[in-house]
């Protein structure tokens, strides 16, 4: 956990850091209103920044026994994994082709990683896709 | 069992699909239209430009006896929706709605877009840009505004819709024509400029009459002068700047295009019924309840005016900073 | 005598029940808000008599604020961001077993939020509305602060975690074209972020998908297991003292949120969070603590104002023809359809019409009771199913709702990026309330900030202090802020001592 802790601070330190560079790159084009567009963002990064110093400071001193995951439960990080995934695979197929197939292959897929009954899965994913098909697509007119 | 139950869900999807999925396109233009055209919008639903819109293709479909469907695709103040349309297949099931914006993104800086990247199928309507201003300021006309604004310099606070909109645009326009030097004061949108303007935050705003009305019918708000060419319908009192002898034209439009490089024919078919479109009934009262005016014109025309209005603003917008 | 038999004619009352039943699904789906149902709905309504046309509109309106509490309540996902603060003491419910009666409250309290805001609106629209045009920049501004102060109330055990959540929120909140100059800001060219990262999608996926990504890692958990399917309770009325904990939190937002619903540009969301936390200060001792976990008074105090709200949005907009939030701005090119020009003429002109609007928006709100009353056993009944059933559907519904909003792949990959978020801020204790507080009202203080002072000339920062509403506004936000801290200063103190 405090490992976990500390590498998150420092991540977030450097995106902030590496924010805090791009602010510089602010281009107006209708001149400058007095404080102009980048104070905002720069005052919040620092914020940002001088919180996570002492967070990180806290993260570090505190000796906590408690763990991240479990040893038991790597396989469950795994099908979680495999679960995101499915989303992701489902998300960037969305729009090349028809809807009803990759939802319904998509939230099969989900239910078996989910390891839920094969019959009602398919019950399931069929009828849902075909809801959203028909309340979304048909209903509100959405292009997909 | 379960390779049965897999197969049967297989051939049962399919069977879905083949109910839902739509059709291709046909690849001959001589038959046009056979299919769902797609009128990309890039405003959000419920907006001015939205029920124009809808407007349109509800009569479109009435003369082209196909599907005419609006898609909001918004997003990037704008560019969205029309990058959409530019790069949709030049097919004629693919058109779209522009506003002024068209003319204004390239020199924003938003995206890589001009009027020679579309062809235009029709315009119309027009919303000028006026001065409005509280009904208990102490200047009645336009020339007293003026006088004003040139004894306070800098002094006087102009509302607009957001900075590189039309109406800020406008303002500016107003501002470099007559050599003053106004504040502007950006808003996200019109309705919570005039809101200002009614609550005494600002002096002045730069938005199109119709967005005043409620103000005007309420005698909160006059209307000093109009910066179209001719005479606003919900102010016909009002004179244009024009009349008074000011070199002036700033008007929000919008008009409907197809991407480049649509066959004619199916052009010449967009085109008249669009025409027809334009000039139904149940388009001149929305227009008229929303209080914009009428301006038709046909595709040439129309591609001509939105160069013309490209080159202006690219020249315009550059000259203009926000702190003067 | 006529409006009432015009609005008690069945064809109305068909329209008006049509219209509920739709705002129903369109709250309770997560993506598809008010604004939208009510936008997308309009033109479907113009070829009906005008009334029967604001039935159904107005009912959709009223019905689908409410309804977004559902999946608030159940999944901790909000259907609209009016009832993004219902989700912190609803689902904080639902966890205790007691979801049937987190629906009941958010059923009767809402419905009557909105029935005594309409009534307020009857009484006072005149000098209500003409009391929220004194709202400029600097008030804008003081609200957005006030707003914003809560961050550390709902930042749960760490404040430090909480902060650093706030201000990513914050930070979240500055990317695309700046509110003043337009310029382009973290947008590296893209114009998907000219806009900014839409709100609505990184709510789907940091209370959505990230916590269905939470519950499936701990689903075999052991101290999980006990599931509150046993213990849930399948009563949804309050009884008299639970009745008794909410009843001055209620009174307080019902009066507070039809003022905050007039202001133009501050709706549900704003009211929400804002009687949420100052509906505090009626809730003594132990109760106090509840508030985030599970307290029924908070829960009353938000979902009052999130329907509280629609009486003064009305307000506005019939007296000063302005919109009062996004929905009354839609409502007013509706009524301009039908040939009505909402501002102080229609009182005139046309008091038929408004008396109409009146008596329409009283009996919606009382079908969000008896609708929300009867709906809350069939969802409670829904919710029976195996959870991870519920996980499919609320992802094909976070997934195609975020696309619906906007058509736009780019929203459904926020989501996604922003459930993997919730997962990580989730495991890792930072709270994510905070976070959305920054991001509903980073725009609102910067812009305004920033206007008051082009306003203000030379940029004097007098302005905030010398205008007695944004003042008075500062000095509670600062208030607001400090207690907490020094409450638990207090505490660490008597537990060291």
Not at chain 2, 26 to 33: A, L, M, V
Not at chain 3, 256 to 269: F, H, K, V, W
Request: hydrophobic share 50%.
């Amino acid at each position: 956990m405090r490992i976990t802790n500390v590498s998150f601070n420092l991540i977030l330190l450097l995106i902030c850091g590496l924010l805090y560079w791009q602010t510089y790159n602010f281009s107006t084009l209708f001149g400058s209103d007095g404080i102009g567009p980048a104070y905002f963002p720069r005052l919040i990064i620092i914020l940002i920044m001088i919180t996570n110093i002492i967070e990180l400071f806290f993260s570090i001193k505190t000796k906590s026994s408690k763990r991240l995951f479990l040893i038991e439960h790597s396989r469950r990080v795994l099908e979680l994994c495999l679960f995101i995934a499915v989303i992701a695979g489902f998300i960037s197929l969305l729009g090349t082709l028809p809807f009803i197939l990759i939802a319904s292959i998509s939230m099969f897929l989900l239910c078996m990683v989910l390891k839920l009954p094969l019959i009602p899965s398919i019950l399931v994913s069929v009828g849902l896709s075909v809801v959203v098909h028909f309340v979304f697509i048909e209903g509100f007119n959405i292009m997909l | 069992m379960k390779k049965l139950m897999i197969s049967i869900c297989i051939v049962a999807i399919g069977g879905l699909l083949s109910a839902c999925g739509s059709s291709n396109s046909s690849e001959d233009s001589s038959n046009f239209p056979e299919n769902q055209i797609e009128v990309v919008v890039p405003f959000a639903a419920g907006g001015a430009s939205d029920l124009v819109s809808r407007t349109i293709a509800t009569e479109m479909e009435n003369e082209l006896d196909v599907p005419v469907v609006v898609s909001n695709k918004t997003g990037g103040s704008g560019t969205t929706g029309m990058l959409a349309t530019k790069d949709a297949k030049p097919d004629g099931y693919t058109i779209g709605y522009v506003p002024v914006e068209l003319a204004m993104v390239q020199e924003l800086g938003l995206a890589e877009i001009a009027p020679n990247d579309y062809q235009a199928i029709g315009q119309l309507m027009t919303i000028p840009a006026a001065i409005t201003v509280s009904a208990d300021a102490p200047y009645d006309t336009i020339e007293e505004f003026i006088s004003y604004a040139e004894e306070n310099p800098g002094e006087v606070k102009v509302g607009n819709s957001g900075t590189g909109s039309i109406w800020h645009i406008a303002a500016a326009a107003f501002a470099q024509e007559l050599d003053l030097e106004l504040e502007y004061i950006p808003y996200d949108g019109a309705a919570p400029a005039v809101t200002a303007l009614m609550g005494g935050h600002v002096d002045a705003v730069s938005v199109s009459p119709s967005e005043v009305v409620a103000g005007l019918d309420s005698e909160d708000l006059k209307v000093l002068a109009v910066m179209s060419e001719e005479r606003d319908a919900n102010v016909p009192d009002v004179p244009t700047l024009q009349e008074l002898g000011y070199d002036i034209n700033l008007s929000g439009w919008g008009g409907f295009v197809a991407p480049t490089d649509t066959p004619d024919e199916v052009m010449e078919t967009l085109q008249s019924a669009f025409k027809i479109a334009a000039e139904s009934e149940a388009f001149t009262n929305l227009l008229e309840e929303r209080g914009m005016n009428p301006n038709y014109k046909d595709g040439a025309e129309f591609q001509q005016f939105a160069q013309d209005q490209y080159e202006y603003f690219s020249e315009l917008i550059p000259s203009i900073d926000l702190s003067n | 005598m006529e409006v009432i038999s015009q609005i008690l004619m069945p064809s109305t009352l068909l329209f008006l029940l049509l219209g509920s039943i739709l705002g129903l699904f369109i709250g309770a789906l997560p993506g598809l808000s008010a604004t939208m149902g009510v936008a997308i709905l309009t033109p479907m309504t113009f070829w009906l008599p005008p009334e029967q046309g604001l039935a159904m509109l107005i009912a959709i309106y009223c019905t689908a604020i409410f309804a977004g509490g559902v999946p608030a309540i159940l999944v901790n996902t909000p259907g609209t961001p009016a009832s993004m603060v219902t989700s912190f003491d609803g689902f904080a419910l639902t966890k205790q077993g007691k979801s049937g009666l987190a629906l009941g409250v958010n059923a009767i309290y809402s419905g009557l939020g909105g029935v005594i805001s309409v009534i307020f609106l009857m009484v006072f629209s005149q000098p209500i509305a003409q009391f929220a045009l004194n709202f400029g920049a600097a008030e804008y501004f003081a609200l957005a602060i006030f707003g914003l102060s809560i961050m550390v109330s709902v930042s749960g055990k760490s404040i430090r975690k909480g902060m650093i959540s706030g201000f990513i929120g914050l930070l979240i909140a500055t990317v695309g074209l700046d509110p003043i100059t337009s310029t382009q800001r973290f947008t590296f060219n893209q114009s998907d972020l000219y806009e900014g990262i839409s709100f609505i999608p990184i709510m789907i996926g940091l209370f959505g998908l990230g916590e269905v990504f939470f519950q499936f890692l701990l689903k075999n958990d052991q101290n999980n297991i006990k599931e509150n399917v046993k213990e849930r309770s399948d009563r949804i009325l309050p009884n008299k003292k639970e009745r008794r904990e909410m009843r001055k939190p209620f009174l307080f937002s019902s009066i507070l949120s039809p003022i905050i619903g007039a202001i133009p540009g501050a709706g549900g969301d704003i009211a929400s969070i804002v009687t949420w936390e100052q509906s505090k200060r009626f809730v003594k001792g132990e109760k106090k603590k509840e508030y985030g976990k599970g307290s029924l008074a908070g829960l009353a105090a938000t979902t009052t104002a999130n329907n509280g709200v629609i009486g003064g949005a009305f307000t506005t907009m019939l007296t000063l023809g302005l919109p009062g939030d996004a929905v009354t701005a839609i409502l007013i090119g509706a009524l301009m359809m039908y040939g009505l020009q909402p501002g102080p003429n229609l009182f005139v002109e046309d008091p038929d019409i408004v008396y109409t609007i009146i008596g329409l928006l009283l009996l919606a709100n009382i079908l969000v009771i008896i609708l929300g009353l009867l709906g809350s056993r069939l969802f409670v009944r829904i919710m029976m199913v195996r959870k991870e059933y519920i996980w499919v559907s609320v992802i094909l519904f976070s997934v195609i709702g975020s696309f619906a909003l906007n058509n736009s792949f780019f929203d459904v990959w926020i989501v996604f990026i922003s459930g993997v978020v919730g997962l990580i801020f989730r495991k890792l204790d930072y709270p994510l309330g905070p976070m959305i507080l920054g991001l509903l009202l980073g725009p609102m203080a910067e812009s305004n900030f920033r206007r008051a002072l082009l306003m203000g000339g030379d940029f004097s920062y007098s302005i905030f202090f010398t205008r007695p509403i944004s003042l008075i506004l500062i000095i509670i936000a600062i208030v607001s802020l400090i207690i907490p801290v020094l409450n638990k200063m207090n505490q660490r103190r008597k537990r060291n001592v």
